[in-house]
C-alpha cells in the first residue's frame, strides 16, 4: 500500500538507525560556503533478496482462486497491479511459491529483490550555502532574476532560458519524481508540489520516516528542484510545471523492484506526463529471477507509456560503455525498452562545458539516448556542478539543511530531470500528449557534441526541442 500525507511541517524527526548517525558522528557541520554532492562511482549492484516477498505475474488476470490459494497457503496479498498483471505477496516461504506458481494463470514468481539504486555522496567535499535574503518572486516564466542563476551554467548551456520567455514553460504539465521523497517546504518548491500526489512505497522501512513522502536523504528535492522551482535561488528547465513525487527509494537510497515498479503504476495513474527516475542499479540479470524482474519492470514501463506518460532515467554514474557490456548485464530503469536514457556532460575548469562527465555511462546504441548536464568534480571546481534545492527534512548530510538551502551535486541523476523538464516544455507548447512525438522532438533537436557511438543523440537543447514541428 502507498502511504499518503498531508502538506505540514514536521516538529521533530524520528532517530534513523544508530548505524546512520555513526556514520556522519565525525563530520562536523560546515559553514555557509558551497554545498558539494560528489555521487561515487557505482559498479555492479548486487542485489539483495527480500526474504519471503515475491512478485508474481499472471498470463491474463488474476485468478479466481488466487487470493484463497494465498490465504491458505499463510500468506498476505500486499499490493494489487492488476493493470500491470501483478501482485505481490509475502509470507507463503520457498515451499507456497513453488505451489503459487503452478497455479493456473500464473506466469512467473520472482523473489523480490532490493539494490542499491543510488550510490553515496561522498562527504570529504560536502558543504552548505543558504539563500539569506530571498528577492520577490519572478514575473511569469523568466527565473534570470533567481539568485543563484549566475551560477547555473547548466541552465543556460541546454538553452533553457530561451525558452522561458517563448513557451508555456511547462504550464498544465505533471512530472512525477520517483525518488527518496521530496521537501514540498522548501522555498523554492513550496507551492510547486499537488499536494494529493505525494506517497511512499516503502514496503521495508529503516526507520518511520521511510513510511512518510519527505525527503529524509536530500536526492529527491534536489531531482525536483531542476525540473520545476519558484525562482527565487534557482531556476529550473520547466518553471510552470506541476510536480508529484512518489517515494519508492529509502533513506539510504535502496529500495526493491517490486516498490519502484509500484510507484511507476501509480504515477501513471494519477496522470504523470513524464515520469523521472534519477536512480539505477546495474546488475546481472541471470540471477535466479532477475530476469523475470526487469521482464515486469519493462510492463510497467510499458504502461506508463501507453498512459500517456514519457519515462526517464539516468544513465548511470559507472563510467560503462553500455554497448560493450556483458548481455546478461543492464542499466536498470535506463536500458528498459521505453526509457529516454540520459548521459551527464560537464566542464573542466569551467571550460568545455560539454565533455563527458568522468563518471557518466555512455554508449548511443544502448546505453543513453541522449545527454544533458550533470557536472563533474574531476577539476576540483565546485562551480562545475550544478546547484538545486537541499532538503530541510534531509538526515544523511553532516550538516543541516533549512528551506533556503541550496547543494552542488554531480551525477546522471543530475543530467536526467533537465530532460524531463524539457518534456514537460514541448507538451505544455504543443498543447498535446503523445509521448512518443515528445520524445521525437527532444531527441531529434539536440546538439551534437561528439560521435553518437559515445554521446547518443547529442546533448540536450529546450529551446530548438520546443520549436518542434513533429506531428
Given at each position: 500500500m502507498a502511504r499518503r500525507l498531508t502538506l505540514s511541517r514536521l516538529g521533530a524527526f524520528a532517530l534513523l538507525s544508530t548505524t546512520l548517525l555513526a556514520a556522519c558522528a565525525d563530520q562536523e557541520p560546515a559553514g555557509p560556503t558551497t554545498a558539494v554532492a560528489v555521487r561515487q562511482n557505482l559498479q555492479v549492484s548486487q542485489p539483495t533478496a527480500r526474504p519471503d516477498?515475491?512478485?508474481?505475474?499472471?498470463?491474463?488476470?488474476?485468478?479466481?482462486?488466487?487470493?484463497?490459494?494465498?490465504?491458505?497457503?499463510?500468506?498476505?496479498?500486499?499490493?494489487?497491479?492488476?493493470?500491470?498483471?501483478?501482485?505481490?505477496?509475502?509470507?507463503?516461504?520457498?515451499?507456497?511459491?513453488?505451489?503459487?506458481?503452478?497455479?493456473a494463470g500464473v506466469e512467473f514468481i520472482a523473489q523480490d529483490m532490493n539494490a542499491q539504486f543510488l550510490p553515496p555522496p561522498n562527504m570529504s567535499l560536502m558543504q552548505v550555502r543558504e539563500l539569506s535574503t530571498p528577492g520577490p518572486r519572478p514575473n511569469g516564466t523568466d527565473q534570470s532574476s533567481a539568485f543563484f542563476f549566475p551560477l547555473q551554467w547548466n541552465m543556460r548551456q541546454v538553452a533553457a532560458d530561451l525558452a522561458w520567455n517563448?513557451?508555456?514553460?511547462?504550464?498544465?504539465?505533471?512530472?512525477?519524481?520517483?525518488?527518496?521523497?521530496?521537501?514540498?517546504?522548501?522555498?523554492?518548491?513550496?507551492?510547486k508540489v499537488d499536494p494529493t500526489k505525494l506517497v511512499s512505497f516503502i514496503s521495508a522501512p529503516l526507520f518511520s520516516g521511510d513510511l512518510d513522502p519527505l525527503d529524509y536523504n536530500f536526492h529527491g528535492t534536489a531531482t525536483a528542484g531542476y525540473v520545476s522551482s519558484n525562482g527565487f535561488g534557482m531556476a529550473s528547465v520547466a518553471p510552470d510545471a506541476k510536480l508529484c513525487s512518489a517515494k519508492v527509494l529509502n533513506v539510504l537510497g535502496s529500495g526493491?523492484?517490486?516498490?519502484?515498479?509500484?510507484?511507476?503504476v501509480w504515477a501513471s495513474e494519477a496522470g504523470a506526463d513524464v515520469i523521472n527516475m534519477s536512480l539505477g542499479a546495474y546488475?546481472?540479470?541471470?540471477?535466479?529471477?532477475?530476469?523475470?524482474l526487469v521482464t515486469a519492470l519493462t510492463r510497467a514501463v510499458a504502461f506508463a507509456n501507453n498512459s500517456g506518460a514519457v519515462v526517464v532515467a539516468s544513465a548511470g554514474n559507472s563510467a560503462i560503455n553500455l554497448d560493450e557490456d556483458p548481455a546478461t548485464f543492464i542499466s536498470v530503469p535506463a536500458q528498459i525498452k521505453g526509457v529516454i536514457s540520459v548521459g551527464a556532460t560537464a566542464p573542466f575548469n569551467q571550460?568545455?562545458?560539454?565533455?563527458?562527465?568522468?563518471?557518466?555511462?555512455?554508449?548511443?546504441?544502448?546505453?543513453?539516448?541522449?545527454m544533458a548536464p550533470g557536472g563533474d568534480f574531476v577539476a576540483?571546481?565546485?562551480?562545475?556542478?550544478?546547484?538545486?534545492?537541499?532538503?530541510?527534512?534531509?538526515?544523511?548530510?553532516?550538516?543541516?539543511?533549512?528551506?533556503?538551502?541550496?547543494?552542488?551535486?554531480?551525477?546522471?541523476?543530475?543530467?536526467?530531470?533537465?530532460?524531463?523538464?524539457?518534456?514537460?516544455?514541448?507538451?505544455s507548447q504543443r498543447g498535446q500528449n503523445k509521448p512518443t512525438v515528445t520524445s521525437n522532438c527532444v531527441t531529434r533537436n539536440t546538439d551534437v557534441i561528439g560521435p553518437s557511438k559515445v554521446f547518443g543523440a547529442g546533448r540536450l537543447n529546450v529551446f530548438k526541442s520546443a520549436a518542434c514541428t513533429v506531428r
Amino acid at each position: 500500500m502507498a502511504r499518503r500525507l498531508t502538506l505540514s511541517r514536521l516538529g521533530a524527526f524520528a532517530l534513523l538507525s544508530t548505524t546512520l548517525l555513526a556514520a556522519c558522528a565525525d563530520q562536523e557541520p560546515a559553514g555557509p560556503t558551497t554545498a558539494v554532492a560528489v555521487r561515487q562511482n557505482l559498479q555492479v549492484s548486487q542485489p539483495t533478496a527480500r526474504p519471503d516477498r515475491y512478485l508474481v505475474s499472471f498470463k491474463t488476470a488474476e485468478p479466481a482462486t488466487f487470493a484463497a490459494q494465498v490465504q491458505a497457503l499463510g500468506g498476505t496479498i500486499e499490493r494489487r497491479s492488476p493493470l500491470v498483471k501483478l501482485a505481490t505477496v509475502s509470507g507463503i516461504g520457498a515451499t507456497g511459491s513453488a505451489t503459487l506458481r503452478k497455479l493456473a494463470g500464473v506466469e512467473f514468481i520472482a523473489q523480490d529483490m532490493n539494490a542499491q539504486f543510488l550510490p553515496p555522496p561522498n562527504m570529504s567535499l560536502m558543504q552548505v550555502r543558504e539563500l539569506s535574503t530571498p528577492g520577490p518572486r519572478p514575473n511569469g516564466t523568466d527565473q534570470s532574476s533567481a539568485f543563484f542563476f549566475p551560477l547555473q551554467w547548466n541552465m543556460r548551456q541546454v538553452a533553457a532560458d530561451l525558452a522561458w520567455n517563448s513557451t508555456p514553460g511547462g504550464s498544465g504539465e505533471l512530472v512525477c519524481i520517483l525518488d527518496t521523497g521530496i521537501d514540498p517546504d522548501h522555498l523554492d518548491l513550496s507551492g510547486k508540489v499537488d499536494p494529493t500526489k505525494l506517497v511512499s512505497f516503502i514496503s521495508a522501512p529503516l526507520f518511520s520516516g521511510d513510511l512518510d513522502p519527505l525527503d529524509y536523504n536530500f536526492h529527491g528535492t534536489a531531482t525536483a528542484g531542476y525540473v520545476s522551482s519558484n525562482g527565487f535561488g534557482m531556476a529550473s528547465v520547466a518553471p510552470d510545471a506541476k510536480l508529484c513525487s512518489a517515494k519508492v527509494l529509502n533513506v539510504l537510497g535502496s529500495g526493491s523492484f517490486a516498490d519502484v515498479i509500484a510507484g511507476i503504476v501509480w504515477a501513471s495513474e494519477a496522470g504523470a506526463d513524464v515520469i523521472n527516475m534519477s536512480l539505477g542499479a546495474y546488475f546481472d540479470r541471470s540471477v535466479p529471477g532477475g530476469g523475470d524482474l526487469v521482464t515486469a519492470l519493462t510492463r510497467a514501463v510499458a504502461f506508463a507509456n501507453n498512459s500517456g506518460a514519457v519515462v526517464v532515467a539516468s544513465a548511470g554514474n559507472s563510467a560503462i560503455n553500455l554497448d560493450e557490456d556483458p548481455a546478461t548485464f543492464i542499466s536498470v530503469p535506463a536500458q528498459i525498452k521505453g526509457v529516454i536514457s540520459v548521459g551527464a556532460t560537464a566542464p573542466f575548469n569551467q571550460a568545455n562545458f560539454d565533455g563527458l562527465a568522468s563518471y557518466s555511462n555512455f554508449g548511443g546504441r544502448t546505453g543513453v539516448t541522449l545527454m544533458a548536464p550533470g557536472g563533474d568534480f574531476v577539476a576540483g571546481n565546485t562551480l562545475d556542478f550544478v546547484l538545486s534545492a537541499c532538503s530541510q527534512y534531509q538526515l544523511t548530510l553532516p550538516f543541516a539543511c533549512g528551506s533556503t538551502s541550496y547543494v552542488f551535486a554531480s551525477g546522471t541523476s543530475e543530467s536526467a530531470p533537465h530532460v524531463s523538464g524539457a518534456m514537460a516544455v514541448v507538451e505544455s507548447q504543443r498543447g498535446q500528449n503523445k509521448p512518443t512525438v515528445t520524445s521525437n522532438c527532444v531527441t531529434r533537436n539536440t546538439d551534437v557534441i561528439g560521435p553518437s557511438k559515445v554521446f547518443g543523440a547529442g546533448r540536450l537543447n529546450v529551446f530548438k526541442s520546443a520549436a518542434c514541428t513533429v506531428r
